[in-house]
């Protein structure tokens, strides 16, 4: 196995990456293929992940969870993925998690925090893209309208991922029409919602059939009534609740794909070693053995630039255009590093036994989402370049 980009890992975190290691080697990848091939949820899986404690690293310890950062949550998915695992079924209880942590009341915070550390409720689901608008945020046409004691919410989302195994959301809906506010951003508002309370009042859930077991769905509101008190943060200003939830997001997608990378690495460096054809092994060959050097090389690189942007994101300094650049470029690796792997194993790469196509599938993803290459491209020209807004 090739070595990780964490290679002047702390003692703490190198504990962390071997005791998730050990954990995931109790789950082979027949388990995953298994779970591939039946559209099925890994509830085991994260049952044992979330009772150690490693979903719950970013819960504060006054609420149960082990109070790390997202240093160490990024070193836990990507170990996660490395194993031939499939973390997009539970990573969200992280970032969405810290939705609540930096903006919910304290009644909030006691109410669901400690119940997500020890695995009572499962935040897995962030309710914000929608047909007609994508990753225009601002421009989403769910609204919930102030009812009393209750916001009635109406609308559509969709991509989805997780809300059937997930007991609660933070979904985002407009408050205010976007023509009465002074800034686009304005007028959004977040929630707390009740999956299982909602269901079949007001909530309907379509499950989407898709190219990967992402567990996504199609969303329809239909007046659902969602008590005031789960409001999160303050009205209107809901979409700083979700921005403030993006870097860590693309920080920990970004420590999946060196993950994936690695993982890819290894298949296609221990498959060049032992396949011998015309009596030599493939990996002598340098055109199949630098394509893997050279993938090596950019994981690195990408691992590199997840490791400063979480350490930026916990040292609570600015870190924007690393998460973004973290996430690109590591999505980028690790899809290169997926093409070497299938092109080394040739034919068989294609066969679901040797498991390469379904991480082939899984990794393609982390290009499109949380977020598209062109719009961190688009965010680094503006935002970092200085050069005029290109949309």
């Not at 969405?96 to 020890?118: N, T």
């Not at 990378?261 to 055109?287: C, H, M």
Request: proline share 4%; glycine share 10%; charged share 25%.
């Amino acid at each position: 196995m090739s070595e990780a980009p964490g290679i002047g890992d702390s003692p703490e975190i190198a504990e962390i990456r071997s005791a998730v290691r050990q954990l995931c080697g109790r789950y082979g990848e027949d388990y995953w293929l298994a779970l591939d091939r039946e559209r099925g949820y890994p509830t085991e899986f994260v049952r044992e992940l979330t009772d150690a404690g490693f979903l719950t690293v970013l819960i504060p310890e006054e609420y149960g969870g082990a109070g790390l950062g997202v240093r160490e949550a990024a070193v836990v998915m990507e170990e996660v993925c490395r194993s031939g695992a499939h973390a997009g079924a539970c990573h969200a209880q992280m970032y969405v998690m810290g939705s609540v942590l930096r903006h919910g009341s304290e009644a909030q915070k006691k109410q669901y925090l400690p119940a997500i550390a020890a695995g009572d409720l499962r935040l897995q689901s962030f309710g914000v893209t929608e047909p007609t608008t994508g990753t225009d945020t601002t421009s989403l046409k769910t609204v919930a309208r102030r009812d009393g004691d209750v916001y009635r919410i109406n609308g559509q989302k969709v991509w989805i991922s997780r809300i059937e195994h997930s007991d609660l959301m933070v979904l985002l809906a407009r408050t205010t029409p976007r023509d009465q506010v002074k800034k686009k951003t304005e007028g959004l508002s977040a929630f707390i919602v009740d999956v299982q309370a909602a269901l079949g009042n007001g909530l309907t859930v379509r499950p989407i059939e898709s190219m990967i077991n992402h567990h996504s769905c199609e969303l329809f509101f239909d007046d659902l009534e969602v008590p005031r008190e789960n409001l999160l943060g303050e009205e209107g200003q809901g979409f700083k609740v979700i921005l403030d939830g993006m870097n860590a997001e693309r920080i920990l997608i970004a420590a999946e794909c060196v993950g994936d990378g690695l993982y890819f690495i290894d298949k296609a460096s221990a498959y060049a070693t032992g396949r011998e054809v015309f009596g030599r092994p493939i990996g002598q060959n340098q055109g199949v053995q630098f394509p893997i050097a050279r993938c090596y090389a950019e994981v690195q690189a990408a691992g590199l630039m997840v490791e400063k942007a979480a350490r930026l994101f916990d040292a609570g300094v600015p870190c924007g255009a690393e998460a973004n650049m973290a996430k690109m470029l590591a999505s980028e690796a690790s899809w290169h590093a997926g093409d070497v792997c299938m092109q080394t194993h040739g034919g068989f790469a294609f066969a679901k036994e040797y498991h390469i196509e379904r991480k082939f599938r899984e990794t393609r993803l982390y290009q499109i989402a949380p977020i598209s290459t062109n719009l961190i491209l688009s965010y680094i020209g503006e935002h970092v370049l200085k050069m005029p807004r290109s949309f």
